[in-house]
């Protein structure tokens, strides 16, 4: 099992010699590349975010207010004999007494 592992890392070492790695100023020029698309891509996409939020916000200004829904809450009168009760000899099912 050792000896596999072994003749693993060897195997992987020398196709990492076959590697075509890019030079020092390839891999600056595709960092900055990169960092340029998204930034363009983040401010295309904020340019559409605000058009689409200020156009919805002044469409739904435009819309008639409607009045709030006033809601009034009444004490509930309780008494002793509205509580139901359970009876466990009739099988548990609430009875009014």
Request: aromatic share 10%; charged share 10%; glycine share 6%.
């Amino acid at each position: 099992m050792a000896n596999r592992i072994v003749q693993y890392v060897k195997d992987t070492r020398g196709e990492l010699h076959h590697v075509a790695w890019p030079t020092q100023h390839q891999t600056i020029v595709y960092t900055i590349l990169i960092a340029a698309v998204s930034v363009f891509i983040a401010l295309y996409l904020g340019l559409f975010d605000f058009f689409f939020t200020t156009s919805l916000a002044k469409g739904l200004n435009t819309l008639p207010r409607t009045s709030p829904i006033e809601v009034t809450q009444q004490p509930i009168q309780v008494t002793p004999e509205a509580i139901p009760t359970f009876d466990t000899s009739l099988g548990g099912t609430p009875t009014n007494n």
